[in-house]
């Protein structure tokens, strides 16, 4: 299988108080390694300059047993499928310094046009070597909702939250999402399988209502701006 490794050290800016990776943390690794292989094939920003497309972070996306330590080295194994009816998808493993697996991440990518601001069924280049027909895994991408929320109050999209595209980027809503939670559900045992899904952007300054409430085997979290689903996110702890 054609895949890139990335190779890093876990921050202890990223570790929670159990000395584990933040789940938001692990996603924001995963973006790097995503951007790291596609420049390693070309793809770099001058390449997207040249043409009115650019690939954006998951659609949709799940992590399982994300339970990386802080404090050490990691490597992510990612590779990707081509782009199909607008969506890409991507695995990535992350291995401990014993080659361990400790978390699996599956996420869906798709392809806009950024001066016509729409998705793209099908990219408009062609990289060999970059895709795999097969990327071999999946997780599930079902958010399991629920009707009777509660509301966690509202969020700004401040300076912190936002990334270099002018909006809150997508790893930052699993902050939103664990700091809309009871604090004694995040303290009750480490998170164990997370699936987020992306429905519009929050811009830099704009506000976002947060709610939440228990559905299945564990927690829905939904933010809405201006009365509409930005992202549902599913979290299930361990107990």
Known sequence: MNQYTYHTTVLNADGDFRRMIKPSALFRYVEQAAADHARAYGMDDAFFKSA??????????????PDAPACRKADLLTACEPCKKGSMKRLTRI????????ALIDSRWIVVDTDRECILRQPSWHTPGYWNEDADGEL??????AKELTCAGSRTASYSLCDLNGHVNNACYLDIACDALPLEVVKGGPLKFVSVKYHREIPLGSQVEVFYAPSTDGWYVVGRREEHAAFECYLEFTK
């Open 52 to 65: 009115p497309h650019g690939v954006s972070g998951g659609q949709a996306g799940g992590a399982d047993h």
């Open 140 to 145: 599930p991408q079902l958010v399991h909702k």
């Open 95 to 102: 291995l401990d310094e014993a080659e361990k697996e400790c």
